[in-house]
């Protein structure tokens, strides 16, 4: 009978600490609750982007099948909606009027049996040659390609094949083709991203396509029958360009030469890893295309031949960019936009409800310097509309650190902010944005072996990768003018920086533990001369 009254006592006892620990368990996971929405708030405020597309929630990476129609840009993008990390990907969209505000859409193309959504293009199909439009529509061609992940597991070689689908509301929503895939894997393991334009000269469709170390052009009348028109990458056996890793992601687009009658061909691939500093980044040559076949440049060929490699943007974070069809500068230029990340650490940045965000959108021009011919980049002249609150100073004496601006005048987690130096012989100097926490993004200009550089080693939370900090990105300056100009668009999470009227640019990410409140300058053992610095905030929702 004892034995049975401490049993129900045991059991009483036990009953009132599961109770307890039952409530106990409950106010702890409430806690946990209460503290990963108050983590996550925190994570909106100090690092959502104020001006660069981000989705709402979930992984983001390339642009994809960028468009302009009827007073609308289109910006398609690889999603994956349930997950902050790379995984089954959807194309994600978003549309603006002016490539500056951006308002994130239903989710365009999702994957299916024949498998994942990865990279691709879309065109305006004015002339119906697809015959997908009725009763007078234009038809919107998204092309695109298929990844089919069991062949993957399978350890197969066809795991990639081109596919289209038809937008008859303008992008809106699409219908797969269901004479999918259009251009079936040929024994290539890498076979992906293809990017189409028409040919206006020889009166068709041409897509442009990485294979692996090269790339590969097509040729079409309808958008859905297909012919090989020839390769690029190598030739008699030797590498063109950087091979550092998968080519990926290309394009192809004629643009005029600043201040002359002439036009050249731009082709962008790329390249994964085999970036300029570390990582992933996008390479491009110029030539001309006769309507099957892309030949560089011989004077730029010259110049790649001394081992000297083009890149659009020599930061870390700035990839798998392409531009926009169906549209054109005044001046006849390109309009693009890249991916702001870097494939070394872009699934572990310090953000949990989204990840990735993309470039401000961009301005492709084309110079022509003793050597050869050069691309050059601003950001698009739409955004000059939301600057408001402006700081100007001129002939400013540096020696040593001088303090330029701080918060109270300027939120430089939305800045413009420009800068001029007459005459920068051998000077070196360094802008710093700082907080009280100690945190310091560093950039600015080495006289001695004339190179721009980014330094974010002390920028904030940096030990989420071993690549993210370990050292400063550095360009080399590629204009000769005595004359140093820089403009630099910032937001919380981001510096796009164009050096020598976009002859350099570098592009990169950063997270500060509480937002930057003061921007600085200095110089070692040398005065020194800002002639203008002009700062302006950008009005953006």
Not at 500 to 525: A, H, K, Q
Request: with cysteine; hydrophobic share 35%; aromatic share 14%.
């Amino acid at each position: 009978m004892k034995k049975h009254r401490l049993k129900l006592v045991v059991a009483i006892a036990g009953l009132c600490i599961v109770f307890a620990c039952k409530e106990q368990g409950q106010k702890e996971n409430t806690d946990i609750i209460v503290q990963q929405e108050s983590t996550l708030d925190a994570e909106e405020e100090l690092y959502r982007p104020n001006y660069h597309f981000t989705p709402k929630v979930g992984w983001m990476n390339d642009p994809n099948g960028m468009f302009h129609y009827n007073g609308y840009y289109h910006l398609y993008f690889q999603h994956y909606p349930d997950g902050n990390k790379w995984g089954p990907m959807h194309w994600g969209h978003a549309i603006s009027t002016d490539m500056v505000e951006w308002k994130e859409q239903p989710i365009a193309l999702y994957p299916d049996d024949l498998g994942y959504i990865f990279s691709g293009s879309a065109v305006v199909d004015l002339q119906n040659t697809s015959g997908f439009g009725t009763g007078g529509q234009v038809p919107i061609i998204a092309m695109f390609t298929y990844h089919n992940m069991e062949i993957e597991k399978a350890n197969g070689i066809d795991v990639e094949s081109q596919a289209i689908a038809y937008s008859l509301d303008e992008g809106l929503t699409w219908t797969k083709y269901s004479g999918n895939p259009v251009i079936k894997n040929p024994g290539i393991r890498d076979f992906r991203d293809p990017k189409v334009f028409w040919n206006e000269e020889h009166k068709k469709w041409v897509m442009v396509l990485a294979a692996q170390d090269k790339v590969m052009f097509y040729g079409s009348k309808d958008l859905k029958s297909w012919e090989l028109l020839s390769d690029f990458g190598k030739d008699l056996n030797r590498e063109i360009g950087t091979h550092g890793g998968v080519w990926e992601c290309p394009d192809l687009f004629p643009v005029p030469v600043e201040g002359t009658d002439e036009t050249k061909w731009i082709l962008y691939v790329s390249v994964n890893p085999g970036g300029p500093n570390g990582g992933s980044a996008t390479q491009y040559f110029i030539g001309d295309f006769d309507g099957t076949k892309f030949t560089m440049d011989k004077d730029f060929e010259t110049v790649l031949n001394k081992g000297q490699n083009f890149w659009i943007d020599f930061g870390k974070d700035n990839y798998a960019g392409v531009t926009f069809s169906n549209v054109t500068s005044k001046n006849g230029g390109k309009f693009y936009m890249g991916w702001m990340s870097n494939w070394e650490y872009a699934n572990e940045v310090p953000t949990e409800t989204w990840r990735s965000a993309m470039t401000v959108a961009r301005e492709i021009k084309l110079i022509k310097d003793a050597d050869s011919y050069r691309l050059a980049f601003k950001p698009v002249d739409e955004i000059d509309a939301y600057k408001g609150v402006k700081y100007k100073k001129e002939n400013i004496a540096v020696n040593g650190e001088l303090a330029l601006i701080n918060s109270e005048k300027i939120n430089f987690s939305r800045a413009a902010i420009n800068f001029n130096i007459s005459d920068i012989k051998k000077d070196s100097f360094t802008f710093k944005l700082s907080n009280k926490q100690g945190d310091e993004l560093l950039f600015g200009y080495n006289g001695i072996d004339d190179t721009f550089y980014i330094d974010r080693n002390k920028s904030g939370k940096t030990g989420f990768s071993d690549t993210f900090s370990n050292k400063k990105s550095i360009a080399k300056r590629i204009s000769g003018s005595k004359m140093l100009s820089g403009s630099i668009l910032l937001d919380k999470t981001s510096i796009e920086l164009f050096f020598d009227e976009g002859s350099t640019v570098m592009t990169e990410i950063f997270f500060p533990n509480v937002p930057f409140e003061t921007l600085s300058i200095e110089t070692v053992n040398q005065d020194f001369v800002l002639d203008l610095l002009e700062v302006n905030e950008l009005n953006i929702n």
